[in-house]
């Protein structure tokens, strides 16, 4: 429940000090007064503590909070320090109620990564720091048993409390106490007391509950959503009343294997010919039902689909690169030109005499995209690449995939991710996740890159990006790397997806977020537990009060 | 011979599943011949498209060849299709709650009902207890009563490539038909399509004969092995029967469906085609008919003429295949259906788990079931993608078993009338 989904943190329990609104693209304060500033030469950020934001334990939440939770992270070197610490140097509490965050700062004085400094405000959360003292207190100072520790006494300050859990149901409930009621925040309670969140054993359980009423707010890939309403009948509806009935945020994205294990895979013919014979209209209109916008709607690139990141790149100077799929003669052109012929006559394409054979492959029980990798498997036989499909359970694939210093195993030559969504740092988290090498050799990787792509001329666009603040040479940064992406086709986007989907039952509750539902700033269609998102909570009403 | 056969037909068990096992194989040779459509081809973007004649709208407008039919129920059926009494009801909530007194509605006068609605529907307007789900449905459904009423045709109009104006095409009246036979393009659904939009009867036909093909392989494979092992053991008798009764009670307690899970997990998708996972199950489904064929010989192997043939020199090959095999053929021809029968429902039980053949060469009864159940077509009542592959197995199972059991019938002393 406290996982922070992508850019939007989950604030049911622990807060952050701004909510993320996908939407707008702007962050709202909540433990927070008043935006946040940087100071003339942007190596310092600082924002105020609202004064009437308290703990559970009805005790102030101050700066101090927010800087001992910074310490213990670099004390523990947990995920959350490792991510930043190469970007933040320190963050201090100036006074009670002012915590200034300081950059670190590269050989000519300037933040290395002002993006993930600005970010770190909206993403991770503020915990209390007489809890944390005993907490070390109780693990003696080690740093496994302290990030293992079950925090059955934790103090938190968000609006729920942990009411029970097991492996099949997390349930919240309401804690009344909670400071944003004040004025300055929300001004009143959020409106469920209990909040539960079922675990269900895939989509078709899930789908099944949904229809049942069991569920509310559902934020899988419910296939064919629309005829749940249109022929069903049930009073259901998702945040659009037509397709593709969501924001598309995030680019799931199959990845080639670079690692050197995939034979023929380094050879950019064989990997452009699977890219632009795959049937993309296909994986929208069947494996994702629509529930996606088309690549003839919007072209190919790094971006999503949002009006903000498509106007981030110049779109004529890469159009001639774009594809739209499914063009399989200038598949088997590229191939044929490249003496990637089948010359054995077994109906299969041999380079320099070894026939081309590929696995491709995602996790077992993620329908769309089992179905997308499928179609992808299909474009195979249309060139004379053998591809076949295989699925491995997800605990299985995780762990393989996210594996980065050593070559892939056998099985997983085209494999499917995900990439960023929506965010602070968008789209340059998503570019750097896609293309930077960076990530190369990791020994647990979950940025992404997972094919191995290392190129250094994208290497240093993208770190030259965070601390560039003129739109249009940014436009040019961009524009560059959609060009390299385009070219060199480490990696190709099947579908856009939205950042999670929203599908509501309103037999109970109703006044969940639509399109034009005339909230300001607008609620975001996530499930009403991250980021700005959590803002609906506030405005549900029961439908037979 | 001749008069075994006339007597296996004689049973009406035999040949009642013996016809429909026939029809579904002939089915599988025929169909192709005049339905050349490739299997696997996607032929509809968009999913589970229902059962059906589809017709194309474009050709159908622009067909020179219309009709005019005075058919006096056109009107009311075309308003029934757009405004069931549900409709209606639901049009009364609304105007109820927007203040119109309740006894100035009729919901039966359409006319008068859609004057009313008109006047006071206003997509913005919320009253207590709605949902967004039902103003997304009270929005649909006024766009679906525009010009419900209207009695002059529509115009069809295309866009002009040179100057960018609409120029009017011509005028559709609502008496305006077309024969069927006379639009070019048609394409006749029997079943639908599935979630990947292909053909769902094209493909059953295909998947029904490469089960049945998985089911004759294993069911070879099976009974060979069987059939050899048992004769072997049972006639050799000693040491070598010892160790194949060990091998065989070995088989017998492993779960066979365990094992065959396991081996089709290690051979690993790209080795999975549809022969390897047929030979898979063979190879994991011989013990029953090696254990009845060995129980068989060992009677057999004492009798007179069998020592008789031992006196005359005969080698075992030669004794085997002459003095035994044809006292226990009909057992095993009866062994070998059920092992095709058994052989079809493991592949589907396979391919269920994700196990099966790999999914983009061949399709199998068991694949479209998987495929089905991904993408919860037994959840949204997509019955044409499912119901049919199910109809199919458990006839082809059916059929079998009858004609297993009309066999037994004939050649069983026990059971002979």
């Keep these: 429940m406290t996982i922070a989904q992508q850019d939007n943190a989950r604030v049911l329990m622990f807060e952050t000090p701004y909510l993320y609104n996908m939407l707008d693209g702007q962050v709202y304060p909540l433990l927070a007064e008043g935006p946040y500033a940087w100071n003339d030469s942007r190596t310092e950020l600082s924002f105020s503590i609202n004064p009437a934001a308290h703990w559970s334990d009805d005790t102030p939440l101050t700066a101090e909070d927010v800087a001992y939770t910074w310490e213990a992270h670099v004390k523990y070197n947990t995920p959350t320090a490792a991510a930043n610490v190469d970007y933040i140097e320190d963050i201090v509490a100036s006074d009670d109620y002012t915590v200034v965050i300081q950059a670190k700062l590269n050989d000519a004085g300037a933040a290395i990564n002002p993006l993930l400094v600005q970010a770190y405000v909206s993403t991770n959360y503020v915990i209390q720091k007489a809890w944390i003292q005993i907490l070390e207190e109780r693990v003696g100072g080690d740093a496994t048993a302290l990030l293992a520790d079950p925090a059955e006494d934790v103090i938190a300050s968000g609006p729920y409390m942990k009411y029970f859990a097991d492996d099949s149901k997390v349930v919240l409930i309401r804690d009344d106490n909670y400071w944003g009621q004040d004025a300055s925040m929300w001004g009143k309670l959020p409106v469920p007391k209990y909040l539960a969140h079922v675990i269900y054993k895939d989509n078709a359980a899930g789908t099944t509950a949904l229809q049942a009423g069991e569920v509310d707010v559902s934020q899988q890939f419910n296939a064919n959503v629309q005829n749940l309403w249109l022929e069903d009948g049930l009073p259901i509806s998702t945040y659009l009343p037509d397709a593709p009935y969501g924001i598309g945020a995030s680019l799931p994205t199959a990845f080639f294997n670079l690692t050197g294990s995939s034979y023929g895979l380094d050879n950019l013919a064989v990997r452009k010919a699977i890219a632009i014979a795959v049937d993309y209209p296909t994986i929208i209109a069947n494996a994702m039902t629509n529930q996606s916008a088309t690549f003839d709607q919007v072209p190919r690139s790094l971006m999503n689909p949002t009006d903000g990141e498509q106007a981030l790149y110049d779109h004529d100077a890469v159009a001639d690169l774009q594809w739209a799929g499914n063009d399989i003669e200038t598949a088997n052109a590229i191939l044929d030109e490249a003496g990637i012929v089948d010359s054995d006559g077994d109906g299969w394409r041999e380079l320099d005499g070894q026939k081309l054979t590929y696995i491709a492959t995602c996790p077992n029980g993620w329908s769309d995209w089992q179905a997308a990798i499928e179609v992808v498997a299909a474009a195979g036989k249309e060139i004379g690449i053998d591809i076949t499909t295989n699925y491995p359970e997800w605990s299985v694939y995780q762990t393989v995939v996210t594996k980065s210093d050593a070559p892939l195993p056998e099985g997983y030559d085209i494999f499917m991710m995900w990439s960023d969504g929506a965010g602070p740092t968008q789209p340059w988290s998503r570019i750097r996740k896609l293309m930077s090498s960076e990530f190369n050799g990791m020994t647990s990787n979950w940025n992404g890159n997972w094919g191995g792509y290392a190129n250094p001329d994208a290497d240093a666009i993208i770190a030259a990006i965070p601390q560039e603040t003129d739109e249009a040479k940014l436009k040019e940064m961009y524009t560059e790397l959609v060009q390299m992406y385009l070219t060199d086709i480490p990696s190709f986007t099947l579908m856009y997806r939205p950042q999670s989907f929203h599908t509501v039952n309103e037999s109970v509750w109703t006044n969940f977020p639509y399109d034009g539902d005339g909230t300001n700033p607008p609620v975001p269609p996530l499930d009403m537990m991250d980021g700005w998102g959590v803002a609906g909570l506030y405005n549900l009403e029961l439908v037979n009060p | 011979m001749k008069h075994t056969f006339r007597q296996v037909f004689r049973s009406g068990?035999?040949?009642?599943?013996?016809?429909?096992?026939?029809?579904?194989?002939?089915?599988?040779?025929?169909?192709?011949?005049?339905?050349?459509?490739?299997?696997?081809?996607?032929?509809?973007?968009?999913?589970?498209?229902?059962?059906?004649?589809?017709?194309?709208?474009?050709?159908?407008?622009?067909?020179?060849?219309?009709?005019?039919?005075?058919?006096?129920?056109?009107?009311?059926?075309?308003?029934?299709?757009?405004?069931?009494?549900?409709?209606?009801?639901?049009?009364?909530?609304?105007?109820?709650?927007?203040?119109?007194?309740?006894?100035?509605?009729?919901?039966?006068?359409?006319?008068?009902?859609?004057?009313?609605?008109?006047?006071?529907?206003?997509?913005?307007?919320?009253?207590?207890?709605?949902?967004?789900?039902?103003?997304?449905?009270?929005?649909?459904?006024?766009?679906?009563?525009?010009?419900?009423?209207?009695?002059?045709?529509?115009?069809?109009?295309?866009?002009?490539?040179?100057?960018?104006?609409?120029?009017?095409?011509?005028?559709?009246?609502?008496?305006?038909?077309?024969?069927?036979?006379?639009?070019?393009?048609?394409?006749?659904?029997?079943?639908?399509?599935?979630?990947?939009?292909?053909?769902?009867?094209?493909?059953?036909?295909?998947?029904?004969?490469?089960?049945?093909?998985?089911?004759?392989?294993?069911?070879?494979?099976?009974?060979?092995?069987?059939?050899?092992?048992?004769?072997?053991?049972?006639?050799?008798?000693?040491?070598?029967?010892?160790?194949?009764?060990?091998?065989?009670?070995?088989?017998?307690?492993?779960?066979?469906?365990?094992?065959?899970?396991?081996?089709?997990?290690?051979?690993?998708?790209?080795?999975?085609?549809?022969?390897?996972?047929?030979?898979?199950?063979?190879?994991?489904?011989?013990?029953?008919?090696?254990?009845?064929?060995?129980?068989?010989?060992?009677?057999?192997?004492?009798?007179?003429?069998?020592?008789?043939?031992?006196?005359?020199?005969?080698?075992?090959?030669?004794?085997?295949?002459?003095?035994?095999?044809?006292?226990?053929?009909?057992?095993?021809?009866?062994?070998?259906?059920?092992?095709?029968?058994?052989?079809?429902?493991?592949?589907?039980?396979?391919?269920?788990?994700?196990?099966?053949?790999?999914?983009?060469?061949?399709?199998?009864?068991?694949?479209?079931?998987?495929?089905?159940?991904?993408?919860?077509?037994?959840?949204?009542?997509?019955?044409?993608?499912?119901?049919?592959?199910?109809?199919?197995?458990?006839?082809?199972?059916?059929?079998?078993?009858?004609?297993?059991?009309?066999?037994?019938?004939?050649?069983?002393?026990?059971?002979?009338?």
């Design chain 2, 13 to 417: 068990k035999f040949l009642v599943g013996f016809v429909i096992f026939m029809a579904i194989v002939l089915t599988v040779l025929i169909y192709p011949l005049f339905i050349k459509y490739p299997p696997l081809d996607v032929v509809s973007r968009g999913t589970f498209l229902p059962p059906g004649i589809y017709v194309n709208v474009y050709d159908s407008m622009s067909s020179s060849l219309r009709y005019t039919l005075l058919l006096d129920d056109a009107a009311s059926r075309r308003i029934a299709s757009k405004l069931s009494h549900e409709d209606r009801l639901a049009m009364q909530e609304w105007l109820v709650a927007m203040g119109v007194p309740e006894d100035e509605i009729d919901i039966e006068d359409t006319v008068k009902l859609l004057e009313l609605w008109k006047n006071n529907f206003d997509p913005t307007a919320r009253f207590p207890g709605m949902t967004n789900a039902d103003r997304n449905y009270y929005i649909r459904l006024n766009t679906s009563l525009d010009g419900l009423l209207a009695t002059e045709g529509a115009t069809v109009a295309a866009l002009n490539q040179e100057t960018g104006v609409l120029e009017e095409k011509g005028i559709i009246n609502q008496t305006d038909y077309v024969n069927v036979g006379e639009v070019p393009n048609v394409r006749v659904l029997p079943l639908g399509t599935d979630n990947f939009g292909r053909d769902v009867l094209t493909e059953l036909v295909k998947a029904t004969g490469v089960s049945l093909s998985i089911g004759l392989v294993a069911g070879v494979v099976a009974t060979s092995i069987g059939l050899l092992l048992g004769l072997i053991s049972g006639y050799m008798g000693g040491l070598v029967d010892d160790l194949i009764v060990f091998i065989n009670n070995l088989f017998t307690v492993i779960p066979s469906f365990v094992l065959l899970i396991l081996i089709s997990f290690s051979i690993g998708q790209e080795q999975r085609g549809a022969f390897t996972i047929a030979v898979v199950i063979g190879l994991t489904s011989w013990v029953w008919t090696a254990r009845a064929v060995r129980a068989q010989v060992i009677s057999l192997r004492n009798r007179d003429h069998v020592n008789l043939s031992k006196l005359s020199g005969h080698s075992v090959a030669h004794i085997l295949t002459t003095d035994i095999l044809p006292y226990i053929a009909s057992y095993v021809i009866m062994a070998l259906i059920l092992q095709i029968s058994s052989g079809i429902l493991i592949e589907a039980g396979l391919s269920i788990l994700g196990l099966g053949p790999r999914t983009t060469d061949v399709p199998t009864l068991g694949l479209m079931m998987n495929w089905g159940m991904i993408y919860q077509a037994h959840i949204m009542g997509k019955w044409w993608a499912y119901f049919p592959v199910i109809v199919i197995i458990a006839l082809i199972s059916f059929s079998m078993n009858l004609m297993n059991t009309g066999l037994d019938q004939v050649f069983n002393p026990a059971l002979r009338d």
